[in-house]
T-cell receptor
Framework: ETGVTQTPRHLVMGMTNKKSLKCEQH?????MYWYKQSAKKPLELMFV???????ENNSVPSRFSPECPNSSHLFLHLHTLQPEDSALYLC??????????????FGEGSWLTVV | QKEVEQDPGPLSVPEGAIVSLNCTYS??????FMWYRQYSRKGPELLMY????GNKEDGRFTAQVDKSSKYISLFIRDSQPSDSATYLC???????????FGKGTTLSVSS
């Protein structure tokens, strides 16, 4: 079993649909992340949760809504998306310890296509 | 100037070649440096992790950091077709609050 598990792996949704991406980490980490990966672009950090509190929101449109019910689970709720939101959405986790680095471990990703 | 610069390639080499992948950065606050490997349609996996300047070796892989030049490298010896992937550099500051990725370099090793 991988350390970070994402479901679904593939999702096709219409612009008026509401769907959610789910992530679960089995590494005992205290921080979880959502990243967006589009073709020819660097990984874009969307949201960071540390100790279950959101600590960063990089100007992400409100049609993306994160939820972190506990330190092991993270959701990304999607509604009224646009075709340009089609991308690979990666969940990641890490153990944040100031002065000791912050190695991030990724899940396999959820491929999202908005039609 | 972008915080992290990485040539996207693609880079094509024959099997057995030595591969050199590089990133440059502008923020001197970065202290930890990582290389991730990402196969097609998969999530990135951590390959190498180094702190500050110096070299670190793991099998056929060597990570090198030159903080004075703000330049990091990943060397792959005796490259194999299974090394064909996108390699992303990443770096983070001391507090662990700012993690930045390069765009990734696509490597193809032909047999």
């Amino acid at each position: 079993e991988t350390g970070v598990t994402q479901t679904p792996r593939h999702l096709v949704m219409g612009m008026t649909n509401k769907k959610s991406l789910k992530c679960e980490q089995h590494l005992g980490h205290n921080a979880m992340y959502w990243y967006k990966q589009s073709a020819k672009k660097p990984l874009e950090l969307m949201f960071v949760y540390s100790l279950e509190e959101r600590v960063e929101n990089n100007s992400v449109p409100s049609r993306f809504s994160p939820e972190c019910p506990n330190s092991s689970h993270l959701f990304l709720h999607l509604h009224t998306l646009q075709p340009e939101d089609s991308a690979l959405y990666l969940c990641a986790s890490s153990q944040v310890e100031p002065g000791a680095g912050n190695t991030i471990y990724f899940g396999e990703g959820s491929w999202l296509t908005v039609v | 100037q972008k915080e992290v610069e990485q040539d996207p390639g693609p880079l094509s080499v024959p099997e057995g070649a030595i591969v050199s992948l590089n990133c440059t950065y502008s923020n001197s606050a970065f202290q930890y440096f990582m290389w991730y490997r990402q196969y097609s349609r998969k999530g990135p996996e951590l390959l190498m992790y180094t702190y500050s300047s110096g070299n670190k070796e793991d099998g056929r892989f060597t990570a090198q950091v030159d903080k004075s030049s703000k330049y990091i490298s990943l060397f792959i010896r005796d490259s194999q077709p299974s090394d064909s992937a996108t390699y992303l550099c990443a770096m983070i500051n001391q507090a662990g609050t700012a993690l930045i990725f390069g765009k990734g370099t696509t490597l193809s090793v032909s047999s």
